[in-house]
């Protein structure tokens, strides 16, 4: 008598509990069984990173100190970003990336390591060329400089750098400003370009680049009162950029225009 009661509350229980089984069956999210597919300003995106990343690169500094022992140690001085200027191994990057180092080392997308030696500098817009000599059979990257005089305020950009140390970070944005002057590190350094893409301590010396990929200007600076990026970023615009880098290549500096003028007493 007890096993038959039990039957009877086993099948009660079982009745109960089937009405509610298709509604938990319709509870769960059926899965996708096709294949997912970006957008086109997605794929865009994606195509401009894969086609302009390798040229872009991590730069970190060091300066040699002597130790107590006389023994001298290389001591980390910071570290920015760069782009491969030309095939013939030039990487430009901001020349506070390098002030006060006395060695530099360049990492490629790739990871290969290289060290690089200082080709000049014009403090004056923070622009530094530095000079890397890849082993034979290694093939360099060399990014498109476009021209940043034709930019127009709305249009999209975006930034690839190191901040904070972590490699071959994008950034989106829009050109926010045109023709700006901001206090760099020798002097007031004119026609900037501002940018809302986020640019971070290590992004310095990185490319801004337009949606084809060209670069428009080099990353400099934000302005921000904690320091983290605040939608504020300033990038030398890529005339000026292709101007000094040709003097400091050619001749190791920069050459400026100047009026001698004598005053008689």
Avoid at 63 to 69: C, D, I, L, M, P
């Amino acid at each position: 008598r007890m096993w038959s009661t039990w039957q009877r509350a086993s099948r009660h229980c079982r009745a109960l509990l089937r009405p509610a089984a298709p509604a938990l069956a319709l509870a769960i999210p059926p899965m996708a069984h096709h294949e997912f597919h970006l957008t086109k300003d997605e794929q865009e995106t994606v195509d401009l990173f894969e086609k302009t990343s390798a040229g872009v690169c991590h730069i970190t500094t060091s300066t040699r100190v002597e130790a107590f022992n006389m023994r001298a140690t290389d001591v980390p001085v910071g570290s920015g970003s760069g782009f491969v200027w030309d095939s013939k191994g030039h990487v430009v990057t901001n020349f506070h990336v390098i002030k006060d180092a006395t060695q530099a080392k360049v990492t490629m997308s790739d990871h290969s390591v290289f060290p690089a030696a200082l080709v000049g500098a014009d403090p004056e817009v923070d622009i530094a060329v530095l000079k890397v000599q890849p082993q034979q059979g290694y093939t360099l990257a060399p990014l498109v400089v476009g021209q940043s005089h034709s930019l127009r305020v709305g249009q999209r950009v975006f930034a690839i750098g190191n901040p904070f140390g972590l490699d071959q970070t994008l950034t989106a944005g829009i050109v926010s400003g045109l023709g700006r002057e901001v206090q760099g590190i020798a002097g007031r350094i004119r026609g900037v370009v501002q940018t809302d893409a986020a640019i971070n301590p290590g992004n310095s010396g990185g490319p801004l680049l337009n949606s084809q990929g060209q670069v428009v200007g080099v990353a400099t600076m934000i302005a921000s009162p904690s320091g983290a990026f605040a939608g504020v970023g300033f990038a030398v615009p890529a005339d000026t950029v292709r101007r000094v880098v040709g003097q400091i290549i050619r001749h190791g500096r920069t050459l400026h225009a100047y009026l001698g003028v004598m005053c008689l007493p």
